[in-house]
């Protein structure tokens, strides 16, 4: 059974539709790179995904025991979100949130786990820091962090790169590889890399006026990659 089933999705905001027709399955283990233009809708999937956003019509199903409060998310990053006021450890710990229904304190159980995912991903000597002090690159690992702190099945990834140097990119998308192979933690991540999509990627989504999901294989044989991949108009 798969992890996400998406069946004749259609999203889009107050009736205007954005993107219609979108099928595809997640299984456990699967990393999904989603890739398409700028507004072609790939923000609102994962917001729609994780039920945050009503679609428009068509369905989202979790299956294969994940609860939708069971996904870890890194979202876009805005300007004022990268001046955010809190330590590093208040936002990892954040990622337990989900779990927490109305209980107002963090647990003992949900503050060993914020500790060992900042000790993951190398996070410890900063923990008492102010997250808007950091650079861009350790703060999108504290995000991730905080994602991993939410799951330890599903991870949604909306341009965790965007934004860092070519050095600290490769470091994040090793660490992501990472956690995908050793862990066996399935990835949905965005991105406008294509080259890092086909290069890390089991599954390409495609969305645009033409929307295609298939193996990597797959998309690198259809004529939609070879025009993306020259930086063309894949429409
Ligand atoms: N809350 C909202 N209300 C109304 N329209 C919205 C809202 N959020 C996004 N949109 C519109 O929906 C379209 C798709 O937005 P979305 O953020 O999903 O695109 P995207 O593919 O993630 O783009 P990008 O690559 O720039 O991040 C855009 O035209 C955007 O203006
Ligand atoms: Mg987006």
């Known amino acids: 059974m798969a992890l996400l ?25 699967d990393y999904l ?8 809708g790939k923000s609102t999937l ?30 876009q990053q805005t300007v004022v979100q990268r001046d955010f006021p809190a330590s590093v450890r208040e936002i990892v710990l954040s990622g337990c949130g989900g779990r927490m229904g109305l209980r107002p304190f963090y647990s003992k159980e949900e503050k060993q786990l914020a500790k060992d995912m900042m000790e993951k991903l190398g996070l410890t000597a900063l923990a008492k820091r102010c997250y808007r002090e950091l650079s861009g690159g350790q703060q999108q690992r504290v995000l991730l962090a905080r994602a991993l702190c939410a799951t330890k ?9 965007s934004g860092l140097d070519p050095k600290v990119t490769i470091e994040m998308y090793a660490l992501i590889a990472r956690l995908n192979r050793d862990e066996g933690i399935t ?3 965005i991105s406008h890399d294509i080259g890092a999509a086909v290069r890390y990627a089991s599954h390409i989504l495609h969305i645009g006026n033409t929307v295609f999901f298939g193996t990597r294989d797959e998309y690198l044989a259809s004529d939609l990659s070879d025009s993306f991949l020259k930086g063309g108009e894949a429409e």
Do not use: W
């Not at 099945?153 to 790169?161: R, T």
């Open 5 to 29: 089933t998406c069946k004749d999705l259609s999203l889009g905001y107050e009736g205007h539709e954005i993107v219609r027709g979108l099928n595809f399955e997640v299984h456990s283990g």
């Open 33 to 40: 790179c989603i890739v398409g233009e700028n507004g072609s």
């Open 46 to 75: 994962m917001k729609t995904v994780l039920g945050l956003q009503p679609p428009l019509g068509g369905t989202v199903r979790t299956g294969d025991g994940l609860a939708q409060n069971e996904i870890g998310y890194l979202p």
């Open 153 to 161: 099945k599903l991870l949604l990834l909306d341009e965790p790169v």
């Open 187 to 189: 990835v949905i991540m």
